[in-house]
């Protein structure tokens, strides 16, 4: 009624499960999905190490075309392709690994960040540690397929990158302006690359829109998916509540991306038919020149 996709109701139900979900813990079968607001089609983004839907061979990209009838095992039927696959998966308690880290070379780390969650920031604070210790002198943070998430996390984490200044603000349809800063303790003096795709929105764009502006990273990938709308949850007191889209956001340059997106300093379309991250290794080479 509002023409806006993104307000919504929630149902008891339903607003428990999405709470529940953004703490980073929760009883599920261990995949994250994407939903496309147009089509409604439901897709598996990454399926989590260690998980039930690992153990029974869901795959990223597969399409969920039936849940069954529900149970402590849930069946459900993915689209592969053209071909209907039935799987029978147990839920149980899942916390959600929304971050990734590794050493690249004997001086690039990398850091892949899933969802902006509850424990995202100390997850990344801990992997950032980690890889200082391992002698990381420049970073790669990949956010490619990453849907977004918490604002205030988001800020957290760039805050330990950022020098001093203005990370994003928002303003409402009245004109008040909200602002987010990062202070001068921490800052990553480090090259840093970040990777993004049509997929990384939201609270990514939100990441990806001050490394850009601040010039401190190199973004590369294709075209984020340009979410640039702010929502806030009004609880009711039957347990259900309503979304509603409040306030746009803007980059430390004052660009609103919504429905427009951000480019990357360097186009590079993911190349599928190589086992090779063809992104990733462009980003490991901008960080070796």
């Not at 918490?150 to 957290?156: F, G, I, M, R, S």
């Amino acid at each position: 009624g509002l023409g806006d996709i993104y307000t919504c109701y929630y149902t008891p139900d339903e607003y428990a499960s999405f709470m529940e979900s953004s703490n980073g813990n929760y009883s599920g079968i261990g995949a994250m999905l994407s939903q496309d607001y147009s089509t409604g089609i439901i897709t598996v983004v990454q399926v989590f190490e260690g998980s039930p839907a690992e153990e029974v061979g869901l795959q990223p990209d597969d399409i969920l075309y039936k849940v069954k009838e529900e149970g402590t095992a849930v069946d459900i039927s993915v689209m592969r392709g053209t071909e209907e696959i039935d799987l029978t998966v147990t839920r149980r308690k899942i916390e959600v690994p929304t971050v990734e880290s590794r050493m690249l070379t004997d001086t690039i780390g990398y850091i892949g960040i899933t969802e902006f969650d509850d424990v995202t920031d100390d997850q990344f604070l801990s992997a950032l540690d980690e890889l200082k210790e391992e002698g990381m002198q420049d970073l790669v943070i990949d956010l490619r397929n990453n849907g977004g998430g918490l604002a205030d996390v988001t800020c957290n984490i760039l805050d330990e990158l950022l020098p001093e200044g203005l990370i994003v603000y928002t303003e409402d349809k009245y004109g008040n302006r909200q602002e987010e800063y990062s202070d001068a303790e921490h800052y990553f003096d480090g090259k840093m690359a970040v990777l993004v795709n049509g997929n990384s929105a939201s609270a990514s764009e939100i990441f990806a829109g001050a490394i850009k502006d601040y010039g401190v990273g190199t973004l590369i990938g294709t075209q984020t998916f340009g979410k640039g709308i702010v929502q806030s949850l009004f609880p009711l007191s039957d347990g259900s509540a309503i979304k509603i889209t409040v306030s746009r956001y803007y980059t430390p340059a004052g660009n609103n991306i919504h429905e427009v997106g951000i480019a990357p300093d360097i186009v590079l379309d993911k190349d599928t038919e190589s086992a090779d991250d063809n992104q990733l290794q462009k980003a490991i080479e901008v960080l070796s020149e």
